[in-house]
């Protein structure tokens, strides 16, 4: 691809080598997923980089020879001169094949690699465990969560956030270096973006309106008790829609069970848009953002809300120039909004 324009890009590995060419990058950010990935693929006649601060040609040597698996990389893009930082992570794979292309994982990687950890705990909370699994990382949570008595038998970090979302609901990922934790419910955006459907969204976006009557579902709710199997349960929504069952925090009551659930229910039962739109490379949106979005088609503002991002897949291309395709999943509350 030739240089851009209007675009800057700029991709460093190991802090040494730069380059500002590429076929097409791909980066996918998710609080749905633990890991953000990132895809480059280099140009057929890929031959010139610059190592520190020299440029030198890779021409006739194997890719190999200058960067391997493991390696830090950053991807830097913008416009007009700016550079912000987009991903940041190390290289897990490099083909070899042409056109070649460079697969990355984000901090996650590190805790694939770390040694197994053997623990065992009479009782701790979610922020005391994930300190002693992630030491050297700042460790985000939003409310206190004790699990009870726990047990690391032989298991990577990344085995331990496994079990965290698998068994108690806990959705875990980074942000930089700083690793953020909790239940879907009480993830609170970091930054509002706005969005006008007729001004600075792309087309080929996917955005539904639903009202509250084409989204019921029906949700059993269970916490576990600590220091015991049992379960509390709690069940709410409409028979026979789609079944969700959500593990709360554990030890709470029967109350505290249906307050939690029913809060939950109604962050995915409203009128609104869900579903994903497109825009371009600024505003620079992430994963935990909120989108404000206003459809001026409609004056009386019945459709326009502020909706949570749990995705943003970044391309950069010749074809595609630079965009975002900004996926939302559920409404946030007025008084959410507030608290931001």
């Known amino acids: 691809m030739k240089p851009f324009l209007n675009i800057n890009l700029r991709v460093t590995i190991a802090d040494n080598i730069k380059f500002n060419v590429v076929e097409s990058i791909r980066i996918e950010n998710s609080t749905e997923k633990f890991t953000d990935t990132a895809k480059i693929v280099l140009p057929r006649e890929f031959k010139q980089a610059v190592k520190n601060g020299d440029r030198f040609s890779i021409a006739g040597k194997k890719l190999l020879d200058v960067i391997k698996i493991g390696d830090s990389i950053r ?57 002693d699994i992630a030491p ?16 690391v038998n032989n298991a990577t970090p990344y085995k331990v956030i496994e079990y965290l979302k698998q068994n108690y609901g806990v959705r875990c990922f980074f942000k930089g270096k700083k690793l953020i934790a909790g239940l879907n ?21 996917s955005l539904v309106y639903e009202t509250k009557e084409n989204r019921k579902r029906w949700i059993k709710a269970i916490s576990k ?16 829609e789609s ?65 949570y991002i749990s995705s943003v ?10 965009q975002r395709k900004n996926t939302i999943t559920f409404k946030i509350k007025d008084k959410d909004y507030a608290d931001i």
């Open 75 to 131: 991807i830097e893009a913008g416009y007009n001169g700016e550079y912000h930082t987009e991903f940041v992570g190390y290289i897990t794979k490099i083909g070899a094949e042409a056109p070649i292309e460079i697969e990355c994982e984000d901090e996650m990687y590190k805790l694939k690699k770390a040694q197994p950890i053997k623990k065992l705990y009479s009782a701790v909370d979610l922020k005391v465990l994930l300190r």
């Open 136 to 151: 050297g990382y700042e460790i985000e949570t939003f409310k206190e969560m004790p699990l009870g008595k726990f047990a």
């Open 185 to 205: 419910i009480s993830l609170k955006p970091d930054k509002v973006h706005e969005f006008n459907l007729n001004r600075n969204v792309r087309a080929g976006s």
């Open 225 to 240: 008790q600590k220091g015991n199997s049992k379960e509390v349960t709690y069940e709410f929504g409409e028979q026979g």
């Open 243 to 307: 079944e969700i069952t959500l593990h709360g925090p554990i030890n709470l009551n029967q109350a505290q069970l249906k307050k939690w659930a029913e809060d939950y229910y109604k962050s995915l039962v409203y009128d609104g848009y869900s579903g994903d739109f497109n825009s371009w490379g600024i505003p620079r949106t992430k994963a935990g953002d909120s989108a404000k979005i206003t459809d001026p088609n409609y004056p009386d503002k019945h459709r326009d809300g502020i909706f």
């Open 313 to 322: 897949v970044i391309d950069i291309s010749e074809s595609e120039g630079f």
